[in-house]
């Protein structure tokens, strides 16, 4: 049986809320970090030291005392064949041995301090060098004449000799004890990482066994309730709103049950509401449906207007043209140069009204043709576009670069002729008093999936910022008529097309050597995406 205390011990269990118990686990868990990175610490910088001490002094210590050793022996050997031959350029590995006798000594104090034992080694080594210098090699590298070379070498070779046989004892004696000075720091290594390598097994073995028990803390005080309410909740969004949902756990668990408990009736309550506004809406459907129908219907009604009211309004416009011919070829003789003037501008008049009726009657069947966007290269309608503008091309001599392929899109090619007609069109008309225009085509993919990027650009007169915006709308024009012809509608088409297309077309406003044109297109295949505004659209 459970005593009292048992009782009271485990009603105490769920007071504590979720993040209470987090908060001791998480205690303990510092805990234990706190007392495993202090061991691991103190083990991994004893090996860090051994290591370092092996790495950074004792093994350089032996590399530099082989060079050390190396520079006495070509010393040693440069002076031997001196004084055979009394020729300089022996000299020329003793000099070089002398200052590398100087670096290595230097080198060796520096990495053998504290370790007197090895110093006393360099000192023996250093202390016969000198005397070796002093009585063999300065007064032999001194000599200057084939005579006195041989004479002090023959004087001197057997003392050289013997002090440098000496030396050589020395320099044994100063391997042996690098060697082992570098055994004993190998051995403290070896060690040093095992005693890491036990410290650092310890410390995974108790965090793993410390990560269980507190799981199975965890699991038993806040993951079983919790697991309830996830399976009530699932149940109510099943549908099963009835399914009443009880408070377990923590306090905060139980606080979590009672508020979703109160929102299953609310939703309950609102399900009536929703349903009779979904009613509602479905009304106001069917009213749009309706709406979109008579706006289609108008639509057609309009652009049929438009058809009829082009057609009825050239029709007047032919006649005073062609009258007015008719007066200047029968009364021309008669009129005096005002009336000539008049007629030509009666007659120029009616021409570019006529001209801006086509052009409009073409900007509103833009994308009202009725055909179906099909995938489309682009290639055929810029080789319609440029066999269309190619009298243009022989009078102004104008040069047109394009990519040898261009990609696939979905269009209308009809539509996509017109586009590349007016771009190219404007980028000859606009051009530069001197020189040949150059009109350069360009195509890369966009960073939209599945979509092209496209520029036309020149080296015409260009298109100042402040109207990058301007040249879009519709009779928009930045030159006199005399200066350049035109209904100012061409740039306003263009968008329309590509905007029909699912595409934008702007100004590179960054471009200084004439107008570069950038528009993009959906590619074949590509799914239709609302496309964001480019990189420097309104720079």
Known sequence: ??????????????RLTVQRWFHVVLACMILLVIAGTFAGARVIGRTGDVSDRLLDRTMPAIAESYRLQNALINQETGLRGYALTADAQFLAPYNAGRQQQDRSTARLRDLLTG???????LGTVARLADQWHHVYAEPLSAATTSGAVHELGSATADSGKTIFDRLRIAFDTQNEHL???????????RRARAVRDSVLVGMIVLFVLTALALTLLVRGLVARPLRYLTNASRQVADGDFDRHIDAHGPADLAAVATAVEEMRRR???????????????????ISLDAQAVELRRSNAELEQFAYVASHDLQEPLRKVASFCQLLDKRYGDKLDERGKEYLHYAVDGAKRMQLLINDLLTFSRVGRSGRDSVPTALDQPLDKAIGNLSSLLEETGAQIERPDALPEIVGESVLLTMLWQNLLGNAIKFRRPAGEPVVRVTCA?????????????????????EFAEKVFVIFQRLHSREEYGGTGIGLAICKKIVEYHGGRIWIDTDYTEGTRFWFTLRGAGAVPIEIPEPEGANA
């Open 179 to 189: 060697a082992q000075a570098r055994d004993h720091d190998v051995g403290g290594l």
């Open 445 to 465: 993919p966009d960073e939209i999936p599945g979509g092209w990027r496209f520029s036309v650009s020149d080296n015409g007169i260009g298109i100042a910022p």
């Open 267 to 285: 939703i309950v309550t609102d399900l009536g509401a929703s349903r009779d506004a979904g009613a509602i809406l479905e009304q106001q459907k």
């Open 1 to 14: 049986m459970r005593t009292p205390s048992a009782r009271r011990d485990r009603a105490m269990i769920p």
């Open 115 to 121: 370790q007197p034992e090895l110093l006393a080694d």
